[in-house]
């Protein structure tokens, strides 16, 4: 028997080109950076999705999106952050897997990104797909202010790409395509995307029975008027993660938050395409704005360190 690991399967480009770092010799991994200097980082989690969901969803969404990406456009992966910061009331839920430091968590990212740029990539993407954009931002102002690197340092999300489609709520988004409730969590938006993605994770079986018992809120009739859901895509004074949020594991045992037996893979199909186009674009006028070892003037110079 010749068994092939998953890690093992080389991931090629379209100019048929390794995508993912871990892959590369070093010297592929120096011509690469002569040609093109962007990374992505995916930054995932493992985490309770409900029955019908694999506990990697947030990983698997955010690494095929990158490959994707790369595929197009000839950038490189580094390895996903496979476990990630996740706020309180994600705890205690079967599946779950939290970084319970977020220093930890911060500072592991920041190391990541720290040496990814001294290996010759200048330009870092963290590619958030998990609901931890609350401390991504910090890893790039500890790279600049502490580390003080001379790279772009950008983070994302893929739900940011397409907060159009998603506030669409009860509308088409495409041709007889609608989106029928808010995305939150393991739920319609999310568990539709997984569908498309990785269609073979999912139990179809168990989709019938993803559907959250009573949906609640800490303040109850108003969380929908000054509460965002996930993704903070309806503009609410406060974002999802500013409040104090009812743990999953009172209020939402299944792991599901909202109703993914209304997910689809068309759903997911709209949803993933529209960001992966949109991304697509935007690394294609980065590579020409910032061509190899360019770089925008962002460090900071030495005397704002003098004192």
């Known amino acids: 028997m010749s068994y092939r690991c998953r890690f093992g399967i080389p991931v090629l480009n379209k100019f048929g080109e390794k995508i993912y770092i871990d892959q590369m010799t070093v010297e592929e991994m120096k011509e690469r950076v002569k040609k093109n200097d962007i990374i992505m980082i995916p930054c995932g989690s493992i985490e309770n999705h409900g029955p019908a969901a694999p506990i990697g969803e947030d990983s698997l969404i955010g690494t095929y999106i990158a490959e994707r990406v790369a595929y197009e456009t000839g950038i490189s992966i580094a390895p996903p952050i496979w476990?990630?910061?996740?706020?309180?009331?994600?705890?205690?839920?079967?599946?779950?897997?939290?970084?319970?430091?977020?220093?930890?968590?911060?500072?592991?990212?920041?190391?990541?990104?720290?040496?990814?740029?001294?290996?010759?990539?200048?330009?870092?993407?963290?590619?958030?797909?998990?609901?931890?954009?609350?401390?991504?931002?910090?890893?790039?102002?500890?790279?600049?202010?502490?580390?003080?690197?001379?790279?772009?340092?950008?983070?994302?999300?893929?739900w940011t790409w397409i907060r159009d489609l998603l506030a669409r709520v009860g509308e088409e988004i495409a041709?007889?395509?609608?989106?029928?409730?808010?995305?939150?969590?393991?739920?319609?938006?999310?568990?539709?995307?997984?569908?498309?993605?990785?269609?073979?994770?999912?139990?179809?079986?168990?989709?019938?029975?993803?559907?959250?018992?009573?949906?609640?809120?800490?303040?109850?009739?108003?969380?929908?008027?000054?509460?965002?859901?996930?993704?903070?895509v309806f503009g609410k004074p406060f974002g999802w993660y500013d409040i104090s949020q009812l743990p999953e594991i009172k209020y939402y045992p299944k792991g599901v938050v909202g109703d993914a037996t209304k997910a689809s893979e068309k759903k997911g199909e709209v949803l993933v395409e529209t960001a992966i186009k949109r991304i697509v674009e935007f690394v294609e006028w980065l590579k020409e704005k910032f061509p190899p070892g360019v770089v925008p003037d962002v460090h900071l110079p030495d005397e704002v360190f003098t004192f």
């Open 175 to 232: 041709p007889g395509v609608v989106i029928e409730t808010p995305f939150i969590h393991a739920d319609e938006v999310e568990t539709s995307v997984t569908m498309y993605v990785v269609p073979e994770l999912v139990n179809r079986e168990m989709l019938k029975v993803s559907k959250a018992d009573r949906m609640v809120g800490v303040l109850c009739e108003k969380q929908g008027v000054y509460v965002d859901k996930a993704g903070n």
């Open 83 to 158: 476990y990630g910061s996740h706020p309180s009331h994600h705890y205690g839920m079967i599946g779950t897997i939290p970084i319970e430091d977020k220093h930890v968590y911060i500072g592991y990212v920041r190391s990541v990104a720290k040496w990814l740029i001294h290996s010759g990539y200048k330009k870092v993407i963290l590619f958030n797909s998990h609901g931890q954009e609350y401390v991504l931002p910090i890893v790039k102002d500890d790279l600049i202010t502490k580390d003080r690197v001379k790279a772009l340092i950008m983070v994302t999300s893929w």
